[in-house]
């Protein structure tokens, strides 16, 4: 088995390849192969079940929501792309310093050594339709703090989804933010397997990485960036002004449209359980502060709903809200 690059091609080991031996990182210059060395380290970290195959070229793959084009770069300064259906995309900068040539494992993980001090970058494509970014610190002297590039569809931006990560949202057409793609939380792994621990904070258009090593940390560290785009999960968001809040027996509720205007069909009982995450304000772009439904009493099972008009700040009909009906008696 073997990996390939558009410079030349090396042998890997089966022991490599299973992910079974990682050799100690060898000096820059050494006979041992620094390409067999990165694949080693982030396929032991990733596995290969999930990973799409060479998609240095695009990768078309279909979801259940419609295909999706993941393009992984042949250079380490050029962008990840996860393209959807429609056109749009959203592309990710790798935190390299130099153009390093990237080289694709069989499995389809393509690597880049060197491509910042004391670290090795990597990505690959996942058959869900994703992509990954990979950050491998070498030994203590890596920076461990890593800055990716977003470039985001025209409209869309980020909310934090209370877990670690974000979901990148667009308009609903009015009726709030849907999310179309997600940023799943990150991690991080030492040689060993150990948990390091690691998060995310943005500034601007820029996520950040920052990957917690100590001294007992056992390099090197792989670092993992997962995000889909296309995907529409189904999360809505409404910002404050959205957001109706309703008196009903004294009790206060946050009000929810569950469905747009365009959707045709009133609520129902089930429409209760739309999936929402809890939000923060943070956002790579200027939007209003969003946050998805939230009652503030749980709503029993036996409980039905109605539906109730939704209006804007100016009283015009936006949608409509799924509030719990008071039973008789």
């Known amino acids: 088995m073997k990996i390939k690059s558009s410079v030349h ?8 390849i299973a992910g079974t031996v990682i050799p100690a990182f060898a000096a820059s210059g050494s006979a041992v192969s620094t390409a067999d060395q990165a694949v080693a380290a982030v396929q032991r970290a990733t596995g290969t079940t999930d ?34 259906s429609d056109g ?73 989804d209370g877990n670690g990560g974000y979901d990148i949202v667009t308009s609903a057409g009015g009726a709030g933010l849907v999310a179309r793609g997600h940023i799943d939380a990150p991690w991080a792994k030492d040689t060993n397997g150990k948990s390091v621990p690691t998060r995310y904070s943005l500034e601007g258009d820029t996520l950040i990485q920052t990957i917690e090593t100590g001294a007992d940390t056992v390099f090197p560290v792989v670092a993992d960036l997962h995000y889909t785009w296309g995907i ?19 009790t206060l509720v946050d009000g929810c449209r569950t469905r747009s205007r365009s959707s045709g069909a009133g ?27 939230r009652p503030r009493q749980p709503w029993p099972e036996a409980v039905s709903t109605v539906a109730a008009p939704a209006t804007d700040a100016e009283g015009k009909q936006t949608g409509s809200q799924v509030i719990p009906k008071r039973e008789n008696g």
Not at 9 to 16: C, G, V
Not at 54 to 77: E, L
Not at 146 to 152: E, I, P, S, T, V
Request: with cysteine; proline share 6%; charged share 15%.
């Open 88 to 160: 749009s995309a959203v592309t990710l900068g790798l935190p390299a310093t130099v153009d390093a040539v990237g080289t694709t494992s069989a499995a389809g993980t393509t690597v880049y050594p060197h491509a910042a001090a004391h670290t090795d970058l990597a990505t690959q494509a996942t058959v869900g339709g994703g992509a990954r970014a990979l950050v491998t610190l070498r030994d203590a002297a890596a920076p461990t703090t890593q800055r990716f590039d977003l470039g985001l569809p025209e409209g869309a931006s980020l909310v934090a």
């Open 267 to 293: 609520p129902s009982r089930g429409s209760r359980g739309t999936r929402s995450r809890p939000t923060s304000a943070s956002s790579s772009r200027s939007t209003p502060r969003w946050r998805p439904c």
């Open 9 to 16: 091609a090396a042998p890997l080991t089966t022991a490599l």
């Open 51 to 84: 990973v799409a195959g060479d998609s240095t070229k695009g990768t078309v793959m279909a979801t259940d929501r419609g295909s999706v084009i993941v393009t992984t770069p042949a250079r380490a300064k050029r962008r990840v792309s996860v393209a959807a």
């Open 232 to 250: 529409v999960s189904g999360t809505v968001y409404f910002n404050r002004n959205e957001t109706k809040v309703l008196a009903l027996g004294g």
